[in-house]
Nanobody, 116 residues
Framework: QVQLVESGGGLVQAGGSLRLSCAAS????????MGWYRQAPGKQRELVAA???????NYADSVKGRFTISTDNYKNTVYLQMNGLKPEDTAVYYC??????????WGQGTQVTVSS
């Protein structure tokens, strides 16, 4: 079993920055990828950024150049640094961990609201 606890969401003005954190605990071996997804009201959940166990990253086109995903392996934490926030970035952001053994876990979600 794996537990994911997110923090760092909030309300920010357009152009501002936030850093999301996702602290993981439990059976963390054989990690395949760690990522951040988001879901806005009335829309499907979408991938924002992901990083593999080997360190390769992948970003949604809409956030390239503005968001950065990173990890602190000693703290078992994955971060999402979000700069240049736009109102369209408003959503609930979810942390995701996928393992080579086949299981996937989600955090509880953290609200990010960007005002214009």
């Amino acid at each position: 079993q794996v537990q994911l606890v997110e923090s760092g969401g909030g309300l920010v003005q357009a152009g501002g920055s936030l850093r999301l954190s996702c602290a993981a605990s439990g059976r963390l071996f054989s990690i395949k990828s760690m990522g951040w997804y988001r879901q806005a009201p009335g829309k499907q959940r979408e991938l924002v950024a992901a990083i593999t166990g080997g360190g390769s990253t992948n970003y949604a086109d809409s956030v390239k150049g503005r968001f950065t995903i990173s990890t602190d392996n000693y703290k078992n934490t994955v971060y999402l640094q979000m700069n240049g926030l736009k109102p369209e970035d408003t959503a609930v952001y979810y942390c995701n961990h996928q393992f080579a053994r086949g299981d996937t876990y989600w955090g509880q979600g953290t609200q990010v609201t960007v005002s214009s």
